[in-house]
């Protein structure tokens, strides 16, 4: 195979082959093909796209390029996977349900970049919290715990860590087979049986149109069709952050507050539908059997004593989870006030995630500490009457000086109109290649 005729065979529209894709993504891996061949390849996928065929292709060529991961000792299990958003704290409400469910969920997580938060960076909160484990530690916690929770690894699909770091600096991320194919490599190399996709969309996802969700959603399923993987997305909005709270701390406390039955409307909605998809995929029942079961996990405390079970099994102090009193707090704090009457009309979640990165609570290069104390907590949500000098959120930082330009992104974030605003459905749809 010669690159060069790869690339113009692309770059003119044409279909490539199984065998081109895999010697393409295996030459990359191993250095034979350099970056700048890539690059152009990727650029030309981007312009010229991929069909359903070619863009399995790429996703088997990726997750064969390290480990696989197969558990056959783990029964039935099921994932999840989010395309990312700003207080979105899902999985830790939505894995220990489903674990109380029957269903064993290993989960392999990744770190925040940007104004997206991460479920490693979340856990990592926890003092003693341990995300770097063995292949051996993550089955035999799964085995007592149903649930574990890690860093993905190294050795899994390192073609797609390696590509993806070139799309990142060649203008080439946003490419719907190019997205589809990297989530989905990583899922196949972690072993998934049953996944359940949450494709967000709106200001603080990445998809910021319904409709590229869609066919990014769309794109996944039939990759999961192609390759047998029973898979369901379900497109949700992110317009406006998940529940009140953003930070780690403060996402793991309100993630608590959930499992203990008291947590905000949407995420308490989200986090059912989505245990209950999972559920569902993995055959313990209809739909509507699925969904009693999950909130019988969850307002029962059953879910929530196997997030303690889980985080004392991954060397965490589970104390902070029995009593998120004794979490760090920050030293400081600042409130943001309303300035006027009204509705609350929008509050742009990418706002808040950069507002709360600010902070200390994301990071802006891989490289960067993060503060698990400072974040933000809402005190509104879309809809919420509020009058002027109503406080509408509260900021939480270790330095006084971090606040100036974080007070002002976020007061930016929120939208005041005289009229009530038309509630925006959370689940958008579902796509799914079970019926
Ligand atoms: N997340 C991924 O894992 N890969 C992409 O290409 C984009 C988002």
């Known amino acids: 195979m010669h690159m060069n005729d ?52 790429l996703t088997m060529a990726m997750a064969n390029s390290g480990d696989r991961l197969t558990m056959p000792e783990m029964g039935v299990r099921a994932d999840k ?20 469910c029957g269903v064993k969920v290993p989960k392999m997580s990744g770190r925040g970049l940007g104004h997206t938060g991460g479920t490693t960076d979340k856990l990592s909160a926890i003092p003693g919290f341990r995300t770097d484990l063995s292949m051996k530690e993550i089955e035999s916690i ?27 600096v060649t203008a080439t991320v946003d490419s719907i087979p190019l997205i589809a194919a990297s989530i989905m490599s990583k899922k196949f190399a972690a072993g998934a049986q049953n996944l359940v996709l949450d494709v967000k969309t709106g200001s603080g996802a990445f998809m910021k149109r319904s409709a590229d969700a869609k066919s990014l959603a769309k794109a996944m399923v039939d990759i999961g069709t192609h390759e047998g ?36 409307e949407d995420l308490t909605q989200l986090c059912l539908h989505l245990a209950a998809q999972m559920l569902y995929l993995a055959g313990k029942g209809t739909q509507d059997e699925c969904m009693e079961m999950a909130q019988h996990a969850l307002y029962s405390g ?36 309303a300035r006027s009457d009204g509705f609350i009309r929008r509050i742009d979640a990418e706002k808040c995630g950069l507002a709360a990165m600010r902070l200390g609570a994301g990071r802006t290069t891989k490289d960067d500490e993060i503060d698990p104390a400072a974040g933000i907590v809402l005190d509104v949500k879309p809809g919420s009457e509020i009058h002027s000098g109503d406080r509408i959120a509260t900021l939480f930082a270790e330095r006084d000086d ?33 019926k």
């Open 6 to 57: 790869l690339i113009r065979k692309k770059r003119d529209g044409n279909k490539l082959t199984e065998e081109e894709i895999l010697a393409f993504v295996q030459g990359y891996t191993e250095g034979s093909i350099p970056d700048y061949q890539a690059s152009a390849l990727a650029m030309a996928i981007y312009f010229r796209g991929m069909d359903a065929k070619e863009t399995a292709a």
């Open 142 to 168: 799964v085995q007592t715990c149903g649930l574990c929770i890690a860093g993905s690894s190294k050795e899994l699909a390192p073609a797609d860590k390696k590509l993806y770091a070139l799309r990142d």
């Open 81 to 100: 996977h989010s395309t990312g958003g700003v207080g979105d704290k899902t999985t830790l409400i939505v894995a220990p349900i489903v674990a109380a």
């Open 229 to 264: 993987l029973r898979v369901t997305a379900l497109i949700t909005n992110m317009d406006a952050p998940l529940g009140y709270a953003i930070g780690n701390t403060l996402e793991v406390i309100e993630a608590v507050q959930t499992l203990q039955g008291i947590g905000p």
């Open 402 to 434: 971090v606040f100036d330009g974080a007070v002002e992104l976020l007061a930016d974030a929120f939208e005041v109109s005289d009229v009530e605003p038309k509630p925006i459905p959370l689940i958008i749809d579902r796509i799914s290649n079970v």
């Open 302 to 337: 059953l879910a929530l004593e196997r997030l303690i079970w889980m985080v004392s099994a991954q060397g965490g102090d589970s104390s902070v989870i029995t009593d998120t009193t004794l979490f760090r707090k920050s030293r400081c704090f600042r409130t943001v006030k």
